[in-house]
Every structure is written in structure tokens, then in C-alpha cells.
């Protein structure tokens, strides 16, 4: 069974810092890895996306993720916060159970962004 | 744009009334989906359908049905609504195929229920 593990539900980071976001997860297959955002009062919208092409992908407002097999992760950057940036990321992966496009998610990150 | 529409942003229901939560999406997208989402516990998948008429439960189904008519709307429905039904709701679309599809969410309706 796959799941997502993302470290630390709430993360502050000041105005101009490096933002990083962990994800881990688990797959007996070959994962496809989604990371989503969300903000306050809003649904759920795609960042980036790994789907076993190259393993730096780059995704909208600056943001990027390296899939790394060796360490099951797939971890979430971007190298200076804005204030925009406060919202809830997260994590998910494919789910391979039947042939439908499900997906499982983490329990999310709560960035906040001080300035 | 994809666009995915809920029916109620905020709604507020008493125990035992039943609710139906409205979703229309507008790119002839053949998966639609509900979840709920709660503080600490993620997304978590109620129901899917796949195809008109074609539905299947996810990890959470109990207390919930779904019905799906038409291949743009996918409605959910709390038959007799309970307070640890309170939550926010999110349907999203996709494209069938590979899993590499995209899944694109509405703005959710936060459910009260008293």
C-alpha cells in the first residue's frame, strides 16, 4: 500500500528564507508524486507533479521538488519565501489500487511566512 | 481553465436532516471525486466515480451516498446527517488515465451540522 508522511505540520519561515517542505513516502511501485496547495478559504491547487520522467521538477511561483528514490522522498523548495507563499502544502501520491486516478494524500503543512 | 463549482460555499444543517453537496465541472473530465478534510487528518477520500452512473467507495464511506446522472455533476449525500459530519468538503475532476492526470478542485463547502 503507498501512503505520504509529511514532517512538520506547521513551518515558519521568514520573508526572503529558503522554504522546505518534507515529504517521504511509500510505494511497492514506482510512485507518482503530487504536491498541492492550498489557500485560506480555497480548494486544492497543483504545484508540481512526478511522474517518472526527470527527477527536478520545477512547478509554479518559484516552487520545486527532487524525487529521490535512495531516501523515499520527494521534498518541496523554493529559495526565497514571499508573504504570498502562506498556505497549506500537500503531499500525494498515486494511489494504484484499481485503475482510477486516486490519489492519497498527507496530513499537509501549514506554512506561515513572517515578515 | 478548468473550473469545478460547488453549490454552497458555508452550509449549516441539524442532526438528522439530509444534505446534498453539488459539484459541476466543465472539461467533460470522466473521474470526479469527494473528499473531506479535516485539521490534522488531510484529505480523505469518501467516493469516486469513474463513469456516468459508475461510482465506487473510497477509505471513508460510511454515512454517505453518491449519485452521478450526468458526466459533469457528482453529487454527495449525507443521508442523515450527523455532528461528526461537520467538515469541509472538496470534490475535484480528472482525466481517466495513467494516474499522471491532474486532479482539479472546487472551493469546498464547509458543513456544519448541529
Known amino acids: 500500500a503507498q501512503s505520504v508522511t509529511q514532517l512538520g505540520s506547521h513551518v515558519s519561515v521568514s520573508e526572503g528564507a529558503l522554504v522546505l517542505l518534507r515529504c517521504n513516502y511509500s510505494?511497492?511501485?514506482?510512485?507518482?508524486l503530487f504536491w498541492y496547495v492550498q489557500y485560506p478559504n480555497q480548494g486544492l491547487q497543483l504545484l508540481l507533479k512526478?511522474?517518472?520522467?526527470?527527477?527536478l521538477v520545477k512547478g509554479i511561483n518559484g516552487f520545486e521538488a527532487e524525487f529521490k528514490k535512495s531516501e523515499t522522498s520527494f521534498h518541496l523548495t523554493k529559495p526565497s519565501a514571499h508573504m504570498s507563499d502562506a498556505a497549506e502544502y500537500f503531499c500525494a501520491v498515486r494511489d494504484w489500487r484499481g485503475a482510477t486516478n486516486k490519489l492519497i494524500f498527507g496530513t499537509g503543512t501549514l506554512l506561515a511566512v513572517q515578515p | 481553465d478548468v473550473k469545478v463549482t460547488q453549490s454552497s460555499r458555508y452550509l449549516v444543517k441539524r442532526t438528522g436532516e439530509k444534505v446534498f453537496l453539488e459539484c459541476v465541472q466543465d472539461?467533460?473530465?470522466?473521474?470526479m471525486f469527494w473528499y473531506r478534510q479535516d485539521p490534522g487528518l488531510g484529505l480523505r477520500l469518501i467516493y469516486f466515480?469513474?463513469?456516468?452512473?459508475?461510482?465506487e467507495k473510497g477509505d471513508i464511506p460510511e454515512g454517505y451516498s453518491v449519485s452521478r446522472e450526468k458526466k459533469e455533476r457528482f453529487s454527495l449525500i449525507l443521508e442523515s446527517a450527523s455532528t461528526n459530519q461537520t467538515s469541509m468538503y472538496l470534490c475535484?475532476?480528472?482525466?481517466?488515465?495513467?494516474?499522471?492526470?491532474?486532479?482539479?478542485f472546487g472551493p469546498g463547502t464547509r458543513l456544519l451540522v448541529l
Open positions: 466515480s469513474y463513469d456516468v452512473k459508475m461510482k
Open positions: 475535484a475532476s480528472s482525466l481517466w488515465a495513467g494516474g499522471k492526470k491532474t486532479q482539479y
Open positions: 510505494s511497492s511501485v514506482p510512485p507518482y
Open positions: 512526478y511522474t517518472s520522467a526527470a527527477t
Open positions: 472539461m467533460d473530465h470522466e473521474n
